[in-house]
Structure formats: C-alpha cells, structure tokens
C-alpha cells in the first residue's frame, strides 16, 4: 500500500514546497511601501493561497505516511516552515521595524550595549539583546530585523520541543503529526500580554517546552537501567544550562518554569513517602537540577530593584482585595463603544485554545480516575508531570489575576497553554488511535486534516496584530523613526512632548538607545493629549509651548481603525489649521507640530 501512495506524495510534496516558495517570493517582491494597518490584508493574496496549499499538502502527506518516517517527517517540515514564514512575514515584506512599545525599547538597550552605553551585566534580562547583536553581527542587518531573526529561533525551538514533548509521552501511531500540527498552532500566543516580535517575556513562554522535554527525559528510565544512577547525566546538564539560559532571557518566565520544577520535586517527594512502590517514586529525581537553577535564580535576580517593586505589587494587590481583571473590564467597555463583539473577540482569540483546555481536561481526569491503560505506566507517570506542570501556571495566573496587575495575567494564560497543548495534542492522538479501531484509518486521517486545517484558521489570522482583532499591526516605518530621530537632533529641549495616546519615548529609545533617551534630558515623552481638548482647544490647552508628533502609522490607528474614538479626524485637522499650530518638520511618513500659546 505505501509504494502505491509514495509517488503521488512525493509529488505532492514537490507542489506544496512550490506553492510556498513562489508564495514568499510575491511576498518578498511587494514590499511594503508606507504603515500598513493590516500586514495580512497588505501581502499578496499568492501569498496565503500558498501557505493554504502547503499546510493541506503536510497534513494530508504527514498524516498518510505515519509509518514512513522520510516522508511523513518531510511533510512536517513544511508544515513547519509554512507557519514560520507567517510569523516572520514582516521581516519577508521589508518592514523596517517590527514592534511597537516594549519592542522598540528592547532596541534602544541593544543600540546602546554595542555602542558601550550599557554593560549586559548590568540588565536584569540580557539574553534576547546579546542574541539580537550577534544576529545582526552575523547577518549584516539592522537591529530591528535582526530581532525577528531571533523570534524566528525561539519559535522553532517552542515548534520542536512542544512536538518532541507529546511524542516522548506518545505511544500510538498519530502522535508525532498531532503533536507537531498542535504545536504549529501556537496557542501560547494571544496579543495580550504574548506578543510575537521583542518581547523576552513571550521568548521566556517559547523557551519553556525545551525544560520540560528535558525534564522528562532526565526524570525517566528504561526497565534495563540501574537502581543507581548518576546525577550528573548530559540531559541533566542540559536541563541546568537552559533553565540559566531561561534566567537570562527574562526572570519572570524563568521563575515560572522554577516553580514547575520545584513542584515536580515536590511531588517526588511525596511520592516516594506515600507511594514508594509507585512509577514516579522510581524516577530520577530533580532535586539537584532545581536546586542549581534556583541558587542561579536567587543571585542574578534581586540585585535589581525592579524585581522588588513588581513582587511588592502583586502582593499589595492580592492583600488589598483589588477587583480582579479591572483591566480587561475597562479594555472590554473601549471594545463595546466602538461596537466590538467581546464574545466574537474571544473566539478569535481564544477557542481553538478552548478546544485543547478541554481535551486536555478530559485527559487529566481519565489519568486521575486511573482509567489510562495500566500497562503504560511509564506514560502515565509521565504525564503526571505536565499534569503538575499544568497546575502550578494555573495557579500562578490564579495570583496574578486576583491581583489585577494589568493584563499580566495573560503572560500566565499563555505559559499554561504549553501544558495544555502537550495534554491536548496527547489527547487527540489517543482518541484518534481509538477511532481507527471503529472507523478505520482512511477516515480517520480524513478527519484530522479536516480538523486541523479548520483549527488553523483563527491561530494564523492572529498571529499578528490586525484589524480583524482590533489591533494595528506593529508596524514601525523607518520614516517614522528616522522623523523622531531628526526631532531629537534639533528641538529645543526646553518644550516639552504631548502625543497622541502617548509621546515618542518609544520611539526615542529605539533611535537614541534607551539608556542614551534617558540622557537626552527630554521632558513629557510619555506624556498624551487629553481626549477632551484634542479636537477642540489643543493650542490653548497648555500654558507653554508643545511639540506634537503624529505618524502616519498614529493617525490610521486613531482615525481608520478605531474610528476616532478617542482621538477623531477633526482633531488632526486642526493640528493642520489652527492658528498656534505650527508644522516644523515633515518627511511623508512623520509629521512635527509645535503648539504655541496663544
């Protein structure tokens, strides 16, 4: 039967790694112009049509050829590189920078370690900026592109690791596609508090699975390994290595990831006390390992204050009874106003992780009643692992939402969607196994690609920020930032800034370096119009003059996509007309405004 299906797969093959690759050629050969609110709808149709074919090719090819590793394993690699050239589609359309916010102060330190402003040592987290300095070094890029370079890293490592982790927990046929397509769906990601571009916390969640799968490897044994075995294994080196790796590239992840493995040592403990003849009494315990990272962790972290300020936060809050999720509460009224639907919101966002938190509820109380086959015990015990795993980020988004810091919560939705895609692909995988039994093989893999292809559709349409989803893609244009750049070259620095939302201290870190902005001596960078007097008395407002930058990428968030709800077109009209409203500087992308007092 395989020899009869071989050539028309690798044929399909051949079509499918085709459709992709003229696919990103029209993406790279239409570079962007300008902003562009929406990279989805700015990148050729071509472009998706291909990534469309490709995904239908490596399911449909993977899924048929389970048992013949070459082809089912090719299949999965462009499956693979199909997803990532969505996540690095800014970098294949020529943006010049891609992240607005943190992103762009994450650029500023960069800038500033290779101009010796900053020592690395001196950051509490280092290892995205020393990892962007060397893509840059190595590519001959700018730092901005040589950020994406380093998402593209971590992404795959989240892709491989997520997949190696079900497949290592994986006893049946459909483990290995199930767990590769559940992890190319990307359910960690939310563009809330997780955010695909410079952003350690999201690259910290990406690194995780890579813990977890040598946490496993390093707790479990074969029937024919020794009662006494040694500590220091190569996968126990490498446990130790990425959890100091995870430190660096940012603390918060890592202690999340800390707290998983000092629950899994917890709960060998118990074991052995408890149930000394059980599986995981029997496991190589993470006691050493743990203990190196949070030694590690307890040096490097508290000698910045800013670690401080966020555990004392969080704790005033919980203590204090603050409301939880005030923050989505009062983003959910913005919604409303411009006439969102919270419920559609949250299916674009949220349901195909609904779908695998459920799965994976249904595979935790099947281990919990003991109703998993008992001959897999080695499986089993494993899975306890991700179960606990999944317990503790549960209950840590648990303290974060009590104590309504924000979104941050969301940081900890995204960290237990690792657990719960682990569990869910599992899941999936067994229930497919015993489907087949009923069905048959045919109609099972008919149904999976079915599934998985309809899984896909809201994953990849968020990968990004878009309009579809109420957010501006982070597109940050090099009009706009070399505009800030010329402002902060000749302005008078006794004015001071009032934005549109907020004042360019973003954008002057990304162009100055952020410990260099800092010495600029700039006043009122992070300083907003109020929404009242902006389409009103904006020149009469303040008592001293003013400047005001608007881009281009200000005015299609304000005035198309949110309607001017906060900011209307008439207000940037005014700036324009105005009396007291002067244009000092212009480059097409970027416009400078000084208020003067009438």
């Not at 960690?188 to 695909?196: D, E």
């Not at 779908?355 to 001959?375: E, N």
């Not at 494993?382 to 988004?397: D, E, K, N, Q, R």
Request: with cysteine.
């Amino acid at each position: 039967m395989l020899s009869d299906w071989s050539r028309p797969s690798k044929g399909s093959l051949v079509v499918g790694y085709l459709a992709l690759l003229i696919g990103t050629l029209a993406a790279y050969e239409s570079p962007a112009t300008g902003y562009e609110l929406s990279v989805y709808a700015a990148t050729p149709t071509l472009y998706w049509v291909s990534v469309a074919v490709a995904l239908t090719v490596s399911l449909g090819v993977a899924l048929t050829h389970i048992e013949s590793p070459p082809l089912r394993d090719t299949a999965l690699l462009l499956g693979g590189l199909s997803v990532l050239t969505v996540v690095v589609l800014p970098a294949i359309r020529g943006y010049y920078h891609y992240g607005s916010g943190d992103s762009l102060s994450h650029a500023g330190w960069t800038q500033d370690i290779l101009a010796g402003r900053l020592e690395p040592v001196e950051m509490l987290y280092p290892g995205i900026h020393t990892m962007t300095i060397f893509a840059r070094k190595l590519l001959g890029v700018q730092v901005g592109q040589a950020q994406i370079v380093v998402l593209a890293a971590f992404v795959a490592v989240f892709f491989l690791f997520t997949a190696r982790c079900v497949s290592f927990l994986g006893e049946n046929r459909y483990t290995v596609p199930v767990g590769v397509f559940a992890a190319l769906l990307l359910l960690p990601n939310n563009n809330v508090s997780v955010h695909l571009m410079a952003h350690p916390i999201t690259q910290s969640l990406l690194l995780s699975p890579l813990v977890l799968y040598l946490t496993l490897r390093y707790v479990s044994q074969s029937d024919d390994t020794p009662p006494r075995r040694p500590i220091a294994t190569p996968v126990g080196v490498a446990l130790v290595v990425a959890s100091l790796a995870l430190i660096l590239v940012h603390p918060q992840g890592a202690l999340s990831v800390l707290a998983v493995l000092l629950a899994i040592a917890a709960f060998q403990l118990a074991a052995r006390r408890v149930r000394p003849d059980s599986r995981v009494a029997d496991h190589r315990p993470v006691y050493v390992p743990t203990a190196v990272a949070v030694v590690a962790f307890a040096v490097w972290t508290p000698r910045h204050p800013r670690v401080q300020r966020t555990i004392n936060t969080v704790l005033t809050r919980v203590l204090q009874g603050s409301t939880p999720a005030d923050e989505i509460s009062q983003r959910s009224g913005s919604l409303e106003l411009l006439g969102a639907d919270i419920g559609g919101l949250f299916v674009k966002l949220f349901l195909v992780s609904a779908i695998f938190s459920f799965l994976a509820g249904v595979l935790v109380v099947a281990l919990s009643s003991g109703a998993l086959d008992d001959r897999l015990a080695e499986r089993n015990a494993l899975l306890s692992y991700v179960v606990v795993a999944l317990v503790t980020l549960s209950a840590a988004f648990a303290v974060f939402f009590a104590s309504s810091m924000t979104t941050q919560h969301f940081r900890y939705v995204g960290f237990v969607m690792v657990p719960v895609t682990i569990l869910g692909a599992m899941a999936l995988s067994m229930g497919a196994s015993r489907l087949r039994a009923v069905l048959g093989g045919r109609r099972v893999r008919l149904g999976l690609v079915v599934v998985f292809l309809l899984l896909f559709l809201f994953p990849l349409a968020t990968v990004h920020g878009a309009p579809f989803i109420y957010q501006p893609t982070s597109d940050v244009t090099k009009m706009e930032l070399s505009g800030t750049d010329t402002t902060a070259e000749y302005m008078d620095r006794e004015v001071a800034f009032a934005g549109v939302r907020s004042g360019p201290r973003r954008q002057l870190d990304a162009t100055r370096g952020t410990v260099g902005s800092e010495r600029l001596g700039v006043t009122g960078e992070r300083a907003s119009i109020p929404e009242a007097v902006f389409a009103s008395n904006v020149t009469t407002h303040y008592d001293s003059p003013r400047y005001v930058p608007v881009s281009q990428s200000t005015y299609q968030r304000e005035v198309v996509l949110y309607d001017g709800f906060r900011y209307p077109k008439r207000g940037f009209e005014r700036l324009r007309t105005t009396p007291g409203s002067n244009r000092v500087h212009t480059n097409g992308g970027y416009q400078l405004y000084l208020l003067t007092a009438e």
